[in-house]
């Protein structure tokens, strides 16, 4: 089994060097060494998410994870998306349209209190840039966000984005993502909304 070391790299590059590593001809797993933290919980998210098992185990120099196949099983196809088909919303910004301020905050407040009155609900919801804030400690709508992932629906915010905000350890609805699984989601089709 190979062994690939993804310590100190920048986020995508933990989850693309595995995913490369895991799609690579005869692989049938990967030994990885990793920073603990994000770079872990977004390892092991794709790795699961792709039917992967995975082992941790921490370390004084981070985190090893083993990714294998499950028994008797082949690993994932590589075009088979690491989360399910259909449409997300990608939320840029912490108010809605270009007016005054005001105004944008409230139409993004009432945009996510009628999703949850919605019958038909994404799959997920991307938080970027300033996004991200509608998740963090002190947004109107973290209720709102919380009442929606009860609901089946992914909150994911971009984690370079909470690091320049300061507001990771804020982060209050969801989970953190990174760029890869924003890419991927909205190349694997089903529509996108951006707000």
Known sequence: MKTIDCRNMACPLPVVTVKRALEGKGSVGVTVLLDDGPPQ????????NRGYEVSETLSADGVTLVITAPEGDEAMSPTTPAIPEGGCI???????GDGPEELGRLLMKNFIITLLESSRLPPRIFLVNRGVLLATEGSELLESLEKLGNRGVEILSCGICLDFFGKREALRAGEVTNMFAVVESLMAGGGTIRL
């Open 90 to 96: 990608l939320v840029t910004s912490d108010k809605l």
């Open 41 to 48: 919980e977004n390892v092991c998210r794709f790795a699961r």
